[in-house]
C-alpha cells in the first residue's frame, strides 16, 4: 500500500472534519458578522446528545441523525433568541464575548451532565475496515468525507438558488439595505444559527464516531478556524474546501518532515494565503465606494 | 487550692502546647486535606482519589482511628489548575486547619502548593504525581509513593525482549512532546539501547492530537512491530485503532493511565493485548479483597469509580496513619514527618510493593509489575511480581 496514498486519504479524513465545524463558523458568520466562539462546544453538545439518544434507543446511523439533527437545531435557535438576539444592536466585539461566555457554560453543562469519562461512540456505523483503491478506511471515515461532499454541494444549492439562501447572501451583504427590501434579518439570524447548528451536529456525530467522544471535543472547534480564515470567513463552501487542505497538509508535513511539524504546517500556509489574499481563498473582498 | 490550681494551668498548658503548634488535631479528630481534580475533564482521576483516601478513612476509623481520634478527610477540587491548587491549600490550612495532606492532583500542581506545605512543614504524602520534580530536590515533609514513566516502560519492553519480541524486531515510539513524554523516551531509550534492539522510529505528538494516522502510517513503512505507546486514553486508543486499520502485527507497551477502566473500554475493541506496567496491582486477590472492603464503606457509585489511583491514595492514607499511630497521643507534625522519614516495609497488603520512606529522595513503590490486558474480556492478568528496574 502506498504511503502517500495513506497520508492523502487519512488527510482528507481530518481535513473534512475541518471542514465540516469551519462551515457551521462560517455559516453564522456570514450571516450575522460573528465569530461564534462557542461553535466547538455546540459540535460537542450535539454530539454528547447524540449519544445518548443512540445508547437509549439503539438507533442506526440515518434514523439517529433523522432525530439529532432537528434537536440540534432546536438547540441553535435557542441560543441564539436566548443569548443572541437581546444583544442586536450592541457593538459585534460584545456579542462576541457573549459566545465566549456561552462556550464556557456548554462545556460546564456537558460534563455535569455525561461525566468526564470518554466513550466509544460508532454512532450505528459498521467498524470492519474497508479498502478503497487499496486504501484501508474504516465506514465512519467515508461517512465523514461523503458528509462534507454532501453538505457542500447543498449548501452551495442552497445560497445559491433558494430564497431563504439568497436572502441571506443578501443580509451578508448589506443587512440594512436587505432589511429595506423586506427580508425578515432577525429571522435570517435564527435560520443560520438552527442551519450551523445542524452542521455542527453532523460534525461532532462523525468526529466522535471517528476519534471517540471526549469532553475535549470542544477543542477541534479552535482546531478548525484556520481553515474558516483560509477558505474566507463568509464563504461557507471555501471553508469546506480549506478544512480538506489543512488537512492533506498536515498530514503531508507529518508523514514526509515529521516531528511536531503537523500542528504549524496549516498554519504556514495561511500566513503564507493571507499575505497574498487577506480575505482568504474563497473571501469577499471589502469594497469601499468613495 | 493554690498549688492545685497551678498544677492544674500547667497541666492545661502542656497538653494543649502541641496542638496550638500544629493545628488539625484535636483528643477525637485528625483532619487530613485532599486537593484533588473534581471537576473538568480528569475528574475521574479525582473522583477515584477522592473515593480511596474515603475507604482508607472508613477503614481505619472503624478499627478505632489513630490512637482514639477519627480522620476526616477534607477535600477541595483544583479543576486540575496549578493556580487554584495554591488556593485550594491554602484555605484548608487557614480555615479547615488541616494537620496533614494526601490528595495532591498532578504535578504542576503540587509544584503550585510546595511552598505552602514547606512553609508549613505539612506532612504531605504524593501518590498521584511521581515526578522527579516533586522529591528532586527532596522536601523535609513530603514523601512520594509512585515509580517512573521510564521506569514503566523499560519494565515492559524488558519484558518483551525477554518473553515475546517477534522476529526481526523493530522498535517504535510515540510519545508526547512534553516532559512526560520525555521520561517515556527515557525508558524506552534505556531498553532499545540496552537490548541492542533496532529502534525504528521516534514520533512526537503534541498533547490533544486526536487523529494519528500519519504517526501510525509511518510506523508501519518503518516496520515497526514492538510499540511503545506514549498516548493516553483516548489518544492511545485512537493509535491502537489505526494500528488495526493497517492491520499491523505489535506489541505494545503503554502508560499505566491504560489500564483504567475507561481507557481499556476505548482501547479494547482494537484488539490488542497491550501491556502495562504500574505499581499498584491491578487483578490478584489484594484486588478483590479492596474491591470487598470497597463495597462495605463506598456507594456503587464511588465504587464504579475505581481505578488505580484509588489504590495509591488508599495506600498513602494508611501509610500516614502508620506514621501518626507511631507518634501516640503527642501527634505533632514534626514526629508525623520524623515516623514517615523512617518507615520501611509498610506492608499494603499486595496493593503494592511493601513501602519504603527510609532513603534521601523519600521516595517509595518505585517498583512495578508487569500486566497484560485480555482485550476480549477487559482484564488485566500479572505477567510478572513488583521489581525494580
Given at each position: 500500500?502506498?504511503?502517500?496514498?495513506?497520508?492523502?486519504a487519512?488527510?482528507l479524513?481530518?481535513g473534512?472534519a475541518?471542514g465540516?465545524?469551519?462551515m457551521?463558523?462560517?455559516?453564522?458568520?456570514k450571516?450575522?458578522?460573528?465569530?461564534?466562539?462557542?461553535?466547538g462546544?455546540?459540535?460537542?453538545?450535539?454530539a454528547y446528545i447524540?449519544?445518548?439518544?443512540y445508547?437509549?434507543?439503539?438507533?442506526s446511523?440515518f434514523?439517529?441523525?433523522l432525530?439529532?439533527i432537528?434537536?440540534?437545531?432546536a438547540?441553535?435557535l435557542?441560543?441564539?433568541?436566548?443569548?443572541?438576539r437581546?444583544?442586536?444592536?450592541?457593538?459585534?466585539?460584545?456579542i462576541v464575548?457573549?459566545?465566549v461566555?456561552?462556550a464556557v457554560?456548554?462545556?460546564g453543562?456537558?460534563i455535569?451532565?455525561?461525566?468526564?469519562?470518554?466513550f466509544?461512540?460508532?454512532a450505528?456505523?459498521?467498524?470492519?475496515?474497508v479498502e478503497?483503491?487499496?486504501v484501508?478506511?474504516y465506514?465512519a471515515?467515508?461517512?465523514l468525507?461523503?458528509a462534507l461532499?454532501v453538505?457542500?454541494a447543498a449548501?452551495?444549492?442552497?445560497?445559491?438558488?433558494?430564497?431563504?439562501g439568497?436572502a441571506m447572501?443578501?443580509v451578508?451583504a448589506?443587512?440594512?439595505?436587505a432589511?429595506l427590501?423586506?427580508?425578515?434579518v432577525?429571522?435570517i439570524?435564527a435560520i443560520?444559527?438552527?442551519l450551523?447548528?445542524a452542521?455542527a451536529?453532523?460534525a461532532g456525530?462523525?468526529?466522535?464516531a471517528?476519534?471517540?467522544?471526549a469532553?475535549?471535543?470542544?477543542?477541534q472547534?479552535?482546531?478548525?478556524?484556520?481553515?474558516?480564515?483560509?477558505?474566507?470567513?463568509?464563504?461557507?463552501i471555501?471553508?469546506a474546501?480549506?478544512?480538506l487542505?489543512?488537512?492533506?497538509?498536515?498530514?503531508?508535513?507529518?508523514g514526509y518532515?515529521?516531528?511536531?511539524?503537523?500542528e504549524i504546517s496549516?498554519f504556514?500556509v495561511i500566513v503564507i494565503v493571507l499575505?497574498?489574499?487577506p480575505f482568504?481563498l474563497?473571501?469577499?473582498r471589502?469594497?469601499?465606494?468613495? | 487550692?493554690?498549688?492545685g490550681?497551678?498544677?492544674?494551668?500547667?497541666f492545661?498548658?502542656a497538653?494543649?502546647a502541641?496542638?496550638?503548634?500544629?493545628?488539625?488535631v484535636?483528643?477525637t479528630e485528625i483532619?487530613i486535606?485532599d486537593v484533588?481534580?473534581?471537576?473538568?475533564?480528569?475528574?475521574?482521576?479525582?473522583?477515584?482519589?477522592?473515593?480511596g483516601?474515603?475507604i482508607?478513612?472508613?477503614?481505619?476509623?472503624e478499627?478505632?482511628?489513630?490512637?482514639?481520634?477519627?480522620i476526616?478527610?477534607i477535600?477541595e477540587?483544583d479543576g486540575?489548575?496549578?493556580a487554584?491548587?495554591?488556593?485550594?491549600?491554602t484555605?484548608?490550612?487557614e480555615?479547615?486547619?488541616?494537620?496533614?495532606?494526601n490528595g495532591?492532583?498532578g504535578?504542576?500542581n503540587v509544584?503550585?502548593?510546595?511552598?505552602?506545605i514547606?512553609?508549613?512543614?505539612?506532612p504531605?504524602?504524593?501518590?498521584?504525581?511521581?515526578?522527579e520534580?516533586?522529591?528532586?530536590?527532596?522536601r523535609p515533609s513530603?514523601?512520594?509513593?509512585?515509580?517512573?514513566?521510564?521506569?514503566?516502560?523499560?519494565?515492559q519492553?524488558?519484558?518483551?525482549?525477554e518473553?515475546?519480541?517477534?522476529?526481526n524486531?523493530?522498535?517504535?515510539?510515540?510519545?508526547?512532546?512534553?516532559?512526560?513524554g520525555?521520561?517515556?523516551e527515557a525508558g524506552y531509550d534505556r531498553?532499545?539501547k540496552?537490548f541492542?534492539v533496532?529502534?525504528?522510529?521516534?514520533?512526537?505528538?503534541?498533547?490533544g492530537t486526536a487523529n494519528f494516522?500519519?504517526?501510525v502510517?509511518?510506523m508501519k513503512?518503518a516496520?515497526?512491530?514492538?510499540?511503545?505507546?506514549?498516548g493516553?486514553?483516548?489518544g492511545?486508543?485512537?493509535?491502537?485503532?489505526?494500528?488495526?486499520?493497517l492491520?499491523?502485527?505489535?506489541?505494545?507497551?503503554s502508560v499505566?493511565?491504560?489500564?483504567m477502566?475507561?481507557?481499556?473500554?476505548?482501547?479494547?475493541?482494537?484488539?490488542?493485548?497491550y501491556?502495562?506496567?504500574d505499581y499498584v496491582?491491578?487483578?490478584g486477590?489484594?484486588?478483590?479483597?479492596?474491591?470487598?472492603k470497597?463495597?462495605k464503606?463506598?456507594?456503587?457509585e464511588?465504587v464504579?469509580?475505581i481505578n488505580?489511583?484509588t489504590y495509591?491514595?488508599?495506600?498513602?492514607?494508611?501509610?500516614?496513619?502508620?506514621a501518626?499511630?507511631q507518634c501516640?497521643?503527642e501527634?505533632?507534625r514534626?514526629c508525623?514527618?520524623?515516623?514517615?522519614r523512617g518507615l520501611?516495609?509498610?506492608d499494603?497488603?499486595?496493593i503494592?510493593a511493601?513501602?519504603?520512606?527510609?532513603n534521601?529522595?523519600?521516595?517509595?513503590?518505585k517498583a512495578?509489575?508487569?500486566?497484560?490486558?485480555n482485550?476480549?474480556e477487559?482484564?488485566?492478568?500479572?505477567?510478572t511480581d513488583?521489581?525494580?528496574?
Amino acid at each position: 500500500m502506498d504511503f502517500l496514498l495513506l497520508l492523502l486519504a487519512s488527510g482528507l479524513v481530518s481535513g473534512a472534519a475541518y471542514g465540516l465545524i469551519a462551515m457551521g463558523f462560517a455559516l453564522i458568520f456570514k450571516s450575522t458578522g460573528v465569530v461564534n466562539f462557542a461553535q466547538g462546544e455546540l459540535v460537542m453538545l450535539t454530539a454528547y446528545i447524540s449519544f445518548t439518544l443512540y445508547s437509549t434507543f439503539d438507533l442506526s446511523f440515518f434514523p439517529l441523525m433523522l432525530v439529532t439533527i432537528p434537536i440540534s437545531m432546536a438547540i441553535g435557535l435557542a441560543l441564539e433568541r436566548l443569548f443572541i438576539r437581546p444583544m442586536l444592536g450592541e457593538p459585534i466585539f460584545a456579542i462576541v464575548m457573549v459566545t465566549v461566555g456561552l462556550a464556557v457554560v456548554l462545556r460546564g453543562i456537558t460534563i455535569m451532565i455525561w461525566g468526564p469519562d470518554p466513550f466509544n461512540f460508532n454512532a450505528g456505523i459498521p467498524t470492519e475496515v474497508v479498502e478503497l483503491g487499496g486504501v484501508p478506511f474504516y465506514p465512519a471515515q467515508l461517512y465523514l468525507i461523503g458528509a462534507l461532499a454532501v453538505l457542500t454541494a447543498a449548501g452551495w444549492a442552497f445560497l445559491r438558488f433558494s430564497r431563504m439562501g439568497i436572502a441571506m447572501r443578501a443580509v451578508a451583504a448589506n443587512e440594512t439595505a436587505a432589511l429595506l427590501v423586506g427580508i425578515s434579518v432577525s429571522r435570517i439570524h435564527a435560520i443560520a444559527w438552527m442551519l450551523s447548528a445542524a452542521i455542527a451536529s453532523i460534525a461532532g456525530v462523525l468526529f466522535a464516531a471517528n476519534f471517540k467522544l471526549a469532553p475535549d471535543l470542544w477543542f477541534q472547534g479552535l482546531r478548525s478556524f484556520p481553515a474558516v480564515i483560509l477558505g474566507g470567513m463568509d464563504s461557507v463552501i471555501g471553508s469546506a474546501v480549506a478544512g480538506l487542505v489543512i488537512g492533506v497538509i498536515e498530514n503531508l508535513f507529518q508523514g514526509y518532515v515529521g516531528q511536531g511539524l503537523r500542528e504549524i504546517s496549516g498554519f504556514i500556509v495561511i500566513v503564507i494565503v493571507l499575505m497574498v489574499r487577506p480575505f482568504g481563498l474563497f473571501g469577499s473582498r471589502d469594497i469601499e465606494r468613495v | 487550692m493554690k498549688n492545685g490550681l497551678l498544677a492544674l494551668s500547667a497541666f492545661l498548658l502542656a497538653s494543649t502546647a502541641a496542638y496550638a503548634a500544629d493545628p488539625g488535631v484535636s483528643d477525637t479528630e485528625i483532619k487530613i486535606g485532599d486537593v484533588n481534580i473534581m471537576t473538568g475533564p480528569a475528574s475521574f482521576i479525582g473522583r477515584a482519589v477522592s473515593v480511596g483516601s474515603k475507604i482508607a478513612a472508613a477503614e481505619i476509623n472503624e478499627a478505632g482511628g489513630v490512637n482514639g481520634r477519627k480522620i476526616t478527610i477534607i477535600t477541595e477540587d483544583d479543576g486540575y489548575v496549578p493556580a487554584r491548587s495554591f488556593q485550594a491549600l491554602t484555605k484548608l490550612i487557614e480555615v479547615d486547619e488541616i494537620f496533614a495532606l494526601n490528595g495532591t492532583s498532578g504535578t504542576a500542581n503540587v509544584l503550585a502548593m510546595m511552598p505552602l506545605i514547606e512553609e508549613n512543614n505539612l506532612p504531605t504524602v504524593v501518590t498521584t504525581a511521581p515526578n522527579e520534580l516533586v522529591y528532586n530536590p527532596v522536601r523535609p515533609s513530603v514523601f512520594t509513593v509512585g515509580a517512573s514513566y521510564s521506569d514503566a516502560f523499560y519494565a515492559q519492553l524488558k519484558y518483551i525482549h525477554e518473553n515475546s519480541e517477534p522476529a526481526n524486531a523493530v522498535y517504535g515510539l510515540i510519545r508526547q512532546d512534553d516532559d512526560f513524554g520525555g521520561a517515556v523516551e527515557a525508558g524506552y531509550d534505556r531498553a532499545v539501547k540496552e537490548f541492542g534492539v533496532k529502534d525504528g522510529l521516534r514520533i512526537r505528538f503534541k498533547k490533544g492530537t486526536a487523529n494519528f494516522a500519519a504517526e501510525v502510517a509511518q510506523m508501519k513503512q518503518a516496520g515497526v512491530n514492538v510499540l511503545a505507546n506514549g498516548g493516553i486514553i483516548a489518544g492511545a486508543a485512537n493509535i491502537l485503532g489505526e494500528a488495526r486499520k493497517l492491520s499491523m502485527d505489535l506489541q505494545v507497551a503503554s502508560v499505566w493511565s491504560e489500564d483504567m477502566p475507561p481507557s481499556v473500554n476505548l482501547s479494547a475493541p482494537a484488539g490488542y493485548d497491550y501491556l502495562v506496567a504500574d505499581y499498584v496491582a491491578l487483578s490478584g486477590p489484594a484486588i478483590d479483597a479492596f474491591l470487598e472492603k470497597a463495597k462495605k464503606y463506598a456507594s456503587d457509585e464511588e465504587v464504579g469509580a475505581i481505578n488505580r489511583y484509588t489504590y495509591v491514595t488508599y495506600v498513602g492514607l494508611k501509610a500516614l496513619a502508620e506514621a501518626m499511630g507511631q507518634c501516640g497521643q503527642e501527634l505533632t507534625r514534626a514526629c508525623t514527618v520524623e515516623k514517615l522519614r523512617g518507615l520501611k516495609d509498610f506492608d499494603t497488603q499486595g496493593i503494592s510493593a511493601p513501602l519504603s520512606f527510609d532513603n534521601p529522595e523519600q521516595l517509595s513503590g518505585k517498583a512495578v509489575a508487569v500486566y497484560q490486558l485480555n482485550a476480549a474480556e477487559k482484564t488485566f492478568k500479572a505477567l510478572t511480581d513488583f521489581a525494580d528496574y
